[in-house]
T-cell receptor
Framework: SQQGEEDPQALSIQEGENATMNCSYK?????LQWYRQNSGRGLVHLIL?????REKHSGRLRVTLDTSKKSSSLLITASRAADTASYFC?????????????FGKGTKLSVKP | SQTIHQWPATLVQPVGSPLSLECTVE??????LYWYRQAAGRGLQLLFY??????ISSEVPQNLSASRPQDRQFILSSKKLLLSDSGFYLC????????????FGEGSWLTVV
């Protein structure tokens, strides 16, 4: 079953601009993760935020989590053409099978040079 | 360091033929193992997960099966492929603990013709 839903489905920006992607989920969670997928490749983990955290940074990435709204956002600052990829949020259901992640459908980001 | 290998990378198979995709993990012991499928332009669907040798859980009813004959080997199989089995198959591993990151292989493209 689908847990996370990313928004927008596709995003096209110019290099240097910021990119914001959102994720909504349905059930209580222990943590939320963001992954990146280059076209035709496997997914790569970017960042994890726990349910008791509100904001987390990693390099040019900033993730926020609002458990009251069951939503998260991923902000990529000063985007580069190399950031072009699909971005997925993933959650593990609180009380569910340990370690299993449920992924959203992803946001396809295109950064134009 | 841990690595995950998945093969073959691409496969074109006729309808009704069998399938075998193999995945192995190195550098860790007793990992949780996963098979995901990604249809074109869609999110990831969890097909199977395994917490140990010969312990397989199926998330969705389907034409596929999985086996784990060794601790770090995970195999996805089908006796007779359907056109709808076409897609991008991803093997992944994780520690199995709540909050764990999942690490993906490079994926296998399956086209059923």
């Amino acid at each position: 079953s689908q847990q996370g839903e990313e928004d927008p489905q596709a995003l096209s920006i110019q290099e240097g601009e910021n990119a914001t992607m959102n994720c909504s989920y349905k059930t209580s969670i222990n943590n939320l993760q963001w992954y990146r997928q280059n076209s035709g490749r496997g997914l790569v983990h970017l960042i994890l935020i726990r349910s008791n955290e509100r904001e987390k940074h990693s390099g040019r990435l900033r993730v926020t989590l609002d458990t009251s709204k069951k939503s998260s956002s991923l902000l990529i600052t000063a985007s580069r053409a190399a950031d072009t990829a699909s971005y997925f949020c993933a959650t593990d259901n609180y009380g569910g099978s340990q370690g299993n992640l449920i992924f959203g459908k992803g946001t396809k980001l295109s950064v134009k040079p | 360091s841990q690595t995950i290998h998945q093969w073959p990378a691409t496969l074109v198979q006729p309808v009704g033929s069998p399938l075998s995709l193999e995945c192995t993990v190195e550098g860790t012991s007793n990992p949780n193992l996963y098979w995901y499928r990604q249809a074109a332009g869609r999110g990831l669907q969890l097909l199977f997960y395994s917490i140990g040798i010969d312990q397989i859980s199926s998330e969705v009813p389907q034409n596929l099966s999985a086996s784990r004959p060794q601790d770090r080997q995970f195999i996805l199989s089908s006796k007779k492929l359907l056109l709808s089995d076409s897609g991008f198959y991803l093997c992944a591993w994780g520690s199995g603990h709540s909050g764990n990151t999942i690490y993906f292989g490079e994926g296998s493209w399956l086209t059923v013709v």
